[in-house]
């Protein structure tokens, strides 16, 4: 069965439809959860209720972007609101493959080759929650200011903002000091 056929099928309450794009989807959207919450059980029940969200304004998806797209922005909005209400930090980086690129030598993402990702979870979760949410958004789920601007409720100048200011304050709590301690 196609794609666009399933989802047909959920917009009329196919209880089968429904099962089967839940269980093509929950795994990978358990996962995106997981990034941002630090319990497996609040994960689970954010890809829940994103789930009911989904399938309750299925009639606003319109394929401008593929299902997974749009289900996984559910998924992440349901994840700052579980944060928010719960005034919980953000999760662990795990399992998350960090990217070696080149990059010019004044790009302040960069960072001395003995920092580790147990050092990159501790400093992303040092950061003060505003600057938090952005950079998680940006640099792990890989969106733009356009979207981030929209998820956060806003503006681009102020996702461009709170990045940079981001990239600086991680970059401080990544730098070692003198006498090989970090701050």
Known sequence: MFQVDIIEQCKQNN????LQLYNQ??????IVA??????AADAEDVVQEAFIKAFTKLHQYQA????GAWLKRIVVNK?????????????ELNEVHL?????????????????TLSDVKLAINALPETYKY???LYLIEGYDHQEISEILDISEVASRTQLSRGKVKLQKLLTLKKDGTRH
């Open 79 to 91: 994840s700052i609101d579980f944060l928010k209400a719960k005034k919980h930090t953000l999760v």
């Open 134 to 136: 952005v950079v998680m």
């Open 64 to 67: 401008e972007v593929t299902f």
């Open 25 to 30: 989807y929950c795994d990978g959207m358990y």
């Open 15 to 18: 209880r089968k439809a429904q």
């Open 34 to 39: 997981k990034r941002f919450l630090k319990d």
């Open 99 to 115: 990217k070696v690129i080149d990059t010019p030598k004044d790009d302040k993402w960069l960072v001395e080759d003995t920092v």
